[in-house]
Every structure is written in C-alpha cells, then in structure tokens.
C-alpha cells in the first residue's frame, strides 16, 4: 500500500483500513487510526505505521478519542449491545426499561439512532417483536388466560394487546391459540 493510498484513506476516516496502518502526527506525538475523526493533520506532519506498536517506538502516544492502543474498541456498538441485553432482560417491565435505559449514559433519541444502526430495528420495534414471540409462545405452549399473557409481556390493557397482536400476525389472539396450540 503507497502512502498516497494510506493518506486517502485517513482524510475520508475509511475505517476499513483500521488495523492495517496507522498514523502519525509528528506536530502532536499522537498515533491514530485511518478511521479517527480527529481534525485532519497537515500531510507534510503525517508519517505511517504498521502496528501500533511501531508508532509507540517511534515516540508517538495513543489517540484518545479513536482508542487507537485497544484492538477493538467499539464504544457505540457497546451501548447498542447493552441496550439489547436490557430489552432482552427487562422488555416485560415498560417503567423499568426506560430507567435501566437513561443508566447508559446516551439521550432516548441518541438510543434510539444506536440502536437503529446497529441492528436495524428501532428500540420500540425489537420490544414488539420480543413481546409478539413471547405472547405467541405462551398462547400455544400454555393454558395462560389470554388476559394475563398480556400483562406478563409487558401491555398495560387487554384492548392495546389484542390491537397489537391483531395487526402483528393477522389474527386475535384466541384464534391464533385454537390454530397453533401444541
């Protein structure tokens, strides 16, 4: 790879090169990866690395905000991977999830945008979808009041979980026991 290729790809913060190469600044003494969208360096002030362990060396110190030291830091796919373990844990419980989800230290709207990019889905969606297999679940393998799978998955009325199960699967939720009871 030419240290042209390598410049392009740190003034487009390409971070499909993080790992291969790194960089230098020499007027800061800082090494980044490709990706670090960390205001662009003068070229003339940029050298390149292998590893991170040759820019270490050399003199240079780790970038602070691209964690350029840790092999892998991901800090926003690990507030999208806590997200969906506390929607995993907790999606029966409304109140409870919304205040296990402000502990994360991001807004309900930066949440919201997380989660979306990481795994495709908004937060209220994955929920419906956790709630919808748990309440079909329950409908064929159990005898359960149908009024009370609603409430253990987390609905706050039996009108809000038959809209919600109606337009989910197309069917009221007795039907869909009578049909698919084990």
Known sequence: MTQEEMWKAVTENDASYDGIFFY?????GIYCRPSCKSK??????VCFFDTAQQARSEGFRPCKRCRSDLLDYQPIKE???????????????????????RHLGVSQHRMSEIFKDEYGVTLSEYVGNLRLEEAKRLLSDTDTDIIDIAYSVGFGGLSSFYRFF????GLSPA????????
């Open 24 to 28: 230098a600044v020499k007027s800061t």
């Open 79 to 101: 507030i999208a991977e806590k997200a969906k373990q506390l929607l995993d844990d907790s999606f029966r419980k409304r109140c409870k999830l919304n205040q296990e989800l």
């Open 175 to 182: 039907v869909y026991r009578k049909e698919y009871k084990k």
């Open 166 to 169: 109606k337009n989910s699967t």
């Open 40 to 45: 662009l360096p003068i070229r003339k002030n």
